[in-house]
């Protein structure tokens, strides 16, 4: 039973976390190379650990502005078609005959718009693990509205994240009040307060707010869910769980970081890639140097897509694999 969708099961899996003092993290994907970078990471951790059954989440937004991840997925870029192909991947790579059918997959819609994506939470979510549902753009008293709303509607069927603060673009960090009224009132399982993270994870000026993570998770308990992850330092991550954050949110690491290991392979080996005509007139318009080898002919082992997805593959691997390190210590 690798894909855990039943709510009390995915219950039990972060109970599980608790005791074990995991931070359950929620990779956001948007294309199969990410979905078997993430599992292929997990799996190698796991056998690491002796626990070869370890939870690991994917997690995929639908029509977030920021990032409409499902549509992504594929180049029609329709979000149904895209949600329909992941699924699809999902139930084949935790098949039998998968490698990865030993892990616990879980899968969790995020950043569900409380508006835009309104057919899809009305729909059916029996083939997913969690949902947040976003209405963080609302006023306060309105978000608590609309979440409590939801809950009230699904929240028998399936696990509910709720975001009682919109995370980044403002200084305001969501206070122990305002975190507690908002679970209570909505009655949602876990809790997105603003922690000082943000999501693009280009402003330098970020702190993740500690202390404020748990006064907060001293009055709600053990359910934050720290979104941003990104911007969080290398040197924060292990702490997390003592913290009282139960799941973390992280996706724009693993592109940031394997874009630009993907150009400087690519262009160490520009002959290979591109053929040695287009290598040497990048050369000659300064977009290559020396270090580049730009003699070699086109090959068929360089020029491909695979060539390129297995470059970001390995890559995103080994940051993943960095990551579950902090949060499933040994
Ligand atoms: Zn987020």
Redesign the pocket.
Known sequence: MPLITQRDEVLEVFAEAGRNAWVIPAFGVENLTTVEAVLSAARQQGEALGRPDLPVMLAMTNRYPERTQSAYYTHTRQWRLGLELFLADIGVLTGAGSPFGGLRVLLHL??IQHDLDEELWRGDLSRFSSLMFDASGLPFEENIAATRRFVRERGHEIVIEGACDH?GGDSHLTTQEEAERFCLETGVDWVVPNLGTE?RAGVSALRYARERAREISQSVGRRLVL??TSSVSPEQLPGLAADGIAKV?LWTALERDTSGHLLREMARRAGKVAGSAAAEEMLEVGLLGPEADTASPAALSYFTTAWRQQLVFERMKRIVKGYLEAWFPA
């Open positions: 995020d950043h995370i999501h979104h941003g949110n």
